[in-house]
Each structure stands twice: as structure tokens, then as C-alpha cells.
């Protein structure tokens, strides 16, 4: 599946940004996608994840009760709704799909898309 991602941006800490990733190709339906992302000199983590037939959601704890996210199966579409956001959310985030369950590890994801740059100014 083919994975574009946009909706990056510079935004003051405290305020919302939301972020969209757009699958093409042979999506299925047991797919999981998630959204990763890496700061410079830090590994690529787990940001949040859902199961594209059911909707299920999976969060990494920094970011639980701020970030939200959630797929259009019509559309295609997975989006990543942040608020509260903070200086140590800056980071290039990834949209990933994998056959199967969500996963946390980026490795276990067969499918990127190109990353888009989220910068939170304190």
C-alpha cells in the first residue's frame, strides 16, 4: 500500500495541528496503520495506531488523552488529531501500514509513507 502523508506544520506549544495520511493501492482490510516519529538523534517511536476494519486504537503513553486518531475507510484515510502539543513533540512523523495487528515497533511495519516535519515552538 502506498501511504502519503501531509498536514505538518509550526505550531506555538499549547495548540492543535492535525496530520493525514492517505493510503493507495492494495489496502486490506486486517491492515493496522500507525503514526511514528523520530526527533533528530532519537529513535523512531510509536505514536498511535488503528486496525483499519474495526477501528481500534492503540496509544503510546506520551501522548494518551492529547492526540487522537482515527480512519476514514471511505476516504481512505487515517488522520492524527494533536492538542496540547509540546516542545518535545517536534519531530518528522510517519504514517506506516502492516498487515495484521498494531504493532509498537517501527520495524515490524511493512509500508511507509514520506514523513512530515511537526515543530512546536516553546
Known amino acids: 500500500v502506498q501511504l502519503q502523508a501531509s498536514g505538518g506544520g509550526l505550531v506555538q506549544a499549547g495548540g492543535s495541528l492535525s496530520l493525514s495520511c492517505a493510503a493507495s493501492?492494495?489496502?486490506?482490510?486486517?491492515?493496522?496503520l500507525g503514526w511514528f516519529r523520530q526527533a533528530p538523534g532519537k529513535q523512531r517511536e510509536f505514536v498511535a495506531g488503528i486496525t483499519w476494519n474495526w477501528g481500534t486504537t492503540v496509544y503510546a503513553d506520551s501522548v494518551k488523552g492529547r492526540f487522537t486518531i482515527s480512519r476514514d475507510k471511505a476516504g481512505r484515510t487515517v488522520y492524527l488529531q494533536m492538542k496540547s502539543l509540546k516542545a518535545e513533540d517536534t519531530a518528522v512523523y510517519y504514517c506506516?501500514?502492516?498487515?495484521?495487528?498494531?504493532?509498537?515497533?517501527?520495524?515490524?511495519?511493512?509500508?511507509w509513507g514520506q514523513g512530515t516535519q511537526v515543530t512546536v515552538s516553546s
Open positions: 506506516a501500514a502492516r498487515n495484521g495487528d498494531i504493532r509498537t515497533k517501527f520495524d515490524e511495519y511493512k509500508d
Open positions: 493501492g492494495s489496502a486490506r482490510a486486517n491492515y493496522a
